[in-house]
């Protein structure tokens, strides 16, 4: 997409030309002429998004996967995320574990 704007600008389309064109908006066009002329063909390469890593790998995610195999407490009859989250810390795996730690990590290993 973004060669493809670049190329259209080569051309001498407009920005109102070129958005439809590429199912774009105009700001999108607009934006990425300015990122060309600030920086040239890196203005075609991604840019670091935001977000951080999960926070659990390695070891400590395959005792988290290991409990999770396990059978589950008393109860439902399965295990929550809560109760994972908290058995992996009362095993001493991991100080303090979140629940959406917990939901990242079974969700990368499916």
Same mark, same amino acid.
């Given at each position: ?8 600008a080569e ?17 999108t066009?607009?934006?990425l002429?300015q990122r ?9 390469n991604?840019?670091p998004?935001p977000?951080?890593?999960c ?10 996967? #290991?409990?999770?195999c396990?059978? #589950? ?10 109760w994972? #989250? ?7 795996v #991991? ?6 730690t ?6 990368k290993?499916?």
């Open positions: 997409m973004r060669a493809g704007l670049l190329l259209q051309e001498g389309f407009t920005d109102e030309e070129s958005a439809p064109a590429l199912d774009v908006g105009i700001a066009v607009e934006r002429r060309f002329v600030a920086m040239n063909l890196e203005a075609l991604d840019r998004r977000g951080g890593q926070p659990l790998t390695g070891t400590p995610a395959a005792y988290l996967m #290991a409990v999770a396990t059978p #589950a407490p008393p109860g439902p009859g399965r295990w929550t995320v809560q994972l #989250a908290e058995r992996v810390v009362a095993l001493g #991991a100080p303090s574990m979140a629940r959406e917990v939901r990242q990590v079974l969700k290993t499916r």
